[in-house]
């Protein structure tokens, strides 16, 4: 069983192995993070890895009278009445899983959470808070055990392929509707209409804006995929301010990815602790934005002395790029062909998300025939891999019909653009496996309730709690899923004295602290902006942690002056 300082000790371990092969050996990033992954498996003892597993499906514990319990599960055909659950415990001296008990189905009450008895149960009962005493089903039990029993290359190989299962294809798809958006000039075409929109001197707030306004329904990842190439061939036009393209399409989009749903993070954040989510909405969308203007103005200063060149990348040549920038404009696509590979699949997704909303709790023959048919268009062509496949397959034509190329140039073209995606697939996997491990070690058990806290202390808690995972396994939704599980019983379990929407928002800004090498969307910036991985960490990991800050930083004011308790 793994002591505080053991599990600090396996992190700190990895986290030297990622960034000393990286920055001190040389090593690739890839070769670096699974290597750390394989490093920190190895040192996690099995029990450990098999708790973690039974927390992920444990049945969460509401409340504990006398000799029964009521458990956050629905009534169900899949849960009847007189259906026996397990009551497992972990034995102090070697951290194994333990059944010590057993939990009957005897009812559901008016609100359908079962009710079980624990009659006969002859250790501890459990707590809400589920750190030392878990309920799960026969299943999840076995389960948990058979994955704790795999050597370390396949929980490594697990880790990497369900990372690979998210986020494969997505980028695939979006490095061929970049390559698209480049070669055939619609990048350099949506430059120049948004240059007389706005204005050249205004075209980084534009990113700023697009990419807020984007990443509410679209993962960061892709909204910076579709998005840099705008930023490659905005710095071809005015030979400047690269690095500020680059950073303007990060606060923007970063932002709305921890804060505002449909984003699933924020989404989830919010249904979990039982905010409305319009209220998420308003709230992530008034003080994402205040962040917005805060990581802005530091983008600017920064700029002023700093700036990154336009550097070769594996999929576009600078010669290319020049040759593109410099074309007239009844060379290039019109504006519609150019923003539909972009806009569409944003529709396609929100759509989706806004139908789910719609008819989430309506029975399906309340649900009239013309928003069936939608639903059913949504549910199909809806999926992000779905759309973003419609998206590239639009692309593709447009690139054919610009350039009038033959097959074999088509096939170059998508080559390289599915070269540069397929190693960051592997990165982004890698990474992927790495966090993995490190959450095996129990990181996220080892924050505790605090009761009788005053508003910033609350939100300070929720935030570092949420801050440490990130640091730890680097995905700023997952982070987010664990920050407000530790967080969760704290918060429905006393008053908090503020609307709880505070209290998802500190944990959306915790999220966004500490972004490195262990982070998908670090490897994502980094490469298909050409910067290296030390200009990442030394110009966007500082901003993103500063918008994280000062988000925090408004949210206590906010929660202070309007608690709308």
């Excluded at 030297?16 to 290597?35: D, K, P, Q, S, Y």
Aim: with cysteine; aromatic share 8%.
């Amino acid at each position: 069983m793994l002591t505080l300082t053991g599990t600090l000790l396996i992190i700190g371990v990895g986290l030297v192995i990622v960034v000393g092969g990286i920055l001190g050996l040389r090593l690739h990033a890839f070769l670096a993070l699974v290597l750390a992954a394989i490093v920190v498996s190895l040192l996690t003892p099995r029990p450990t890895v098999e708790w973690y597993e039974l927390g992920k499906s444990a049945i969460g514990v509401k409340a504990v009278e006398g000799e029964t319990a009521t458990l956050a599960l629905k009534s169900g055909a899949t849960n009847p009445i007189g259906q026996q659950l397990l009551i497992v415990s972990r034995d102090p001296e070697n951290g194994q899983a333990v059944v010590s008990g057993t939990a009957t189905i005897t009812s559901f009450n008016e609100d359908q959470n079962a009710v079980v008895s624990l009659a006969g149960q002859e250790g501890p009962a459990p707590t809400p808070d589920g750190k030392t005493i878990l309920v799960v089903n026969s299943a999840a039990l076995k389960s948990a055990q058979s994955f704790a029993g795999e050597t370390v290359g396949n929980l490594v190989a697990t880790g990497f392929g369900n990372t690979c299962t998210g986020i494969g294809i997505l980028i695939a798809l979006a490095a061929i509707i970049g390559k698209c958006l480049l070669d055939s000039g619609a990048a350099e075409r949506i430059v120049r209409w948004m240059l007389s929109l706005v204005g050249e001197k205004n075209a980084p707030v534009s990113f700023v804006l697009s990419g807020f306004a984007l990443s509410t329904p679209v993962f960061f990842d892709t909204v910076f995929y579709l998005m840099i190439p705008v930023g490659k061939a905005m710095r071809l036009r005015t030979g400047k301010n690269y690095l500020l393209y680059v950073l303007s399409i990060v606060v923007g989009g970063t932002l709305a990815h921890s804060l505002v749903p449909p984003t699933p993070g924020p989404l989830f954040v919010a249904e979990e602790l039982g905010v409305d989510v319009g209220v998420m909405i308003l709230g992530g969308g008034i003080l994402g934005l205040a962040c917005a203007v805060f990581g802005f103005l530091y983008a600017i200063i920064l700029c002023r002395f700093v700036d990154v060149p336009l550097r070769e990348s594996p999929d576009m040549s600078l010669d290319e790029l020049r040759q593109i920038a410099n074309r007239q404009n009844h060379e290039l696509p019109s504006v519609f062909m150019s923003l539909l590979p972009i806009l569409l699949p944003v529709f396609l997704i929100t759509g989706g998300t806004v139908m789910d909303t719609l008819l989430k709790g309506i029975p399906a023959a309340e649900v009239s025939p013309l928003m069936s048919s939608l639903d059913q268009f949504f549910v199909l062509f809806g999926n992000k891999n779905i759309a973003m496949a419609i998206s590239a397959t639009l692309g593709i034509i447009m690139l054919v019909q610009q350039k009038k190329s033959d097959l074999n140039d088509l096939a170059t073209s998508m080559q390289a653009a599915l070269a540069s995606g397929g190693v960051i697939i592997l990165i982004t996997a890698a990474g992927g496996a790495f966090g993995k491990a490190l959450q095996q070690t129990g990181v996220a058990s080892l924050f505790g309730d605090v009761e009788g806290a005053s508003t910033a202390v609350i939100l300070l808690i929720a935030f570092t709690v949420t801050a440490l995972v990130r640091l730890a396994q680097g995905s700023a939704t997952v982070s987010m899923i664990t920050g407000v599980g530790v967080m969760g019983s704290f918060a429905t379990g006393m008053d908090l004295g503020f609307h709880p929407v505070y209290l998802a928002l500190a944990i959306g800004f915790g999220s966004k602290m500490f972004m490195w090498m262990n982070d998908s969307g670090f490897w994502v910036i980094g490469k298909m902006s050409g910067m290296t991985e030390w200009e990442t960490i030394k110009y966007v990991s500082p901003m993103t942690s500063s918008m994280g800050l000062f988000g925090l930083v408004l949210t206590i004011i906010a929660a202070q002056v309007f608690p709308f308790a």
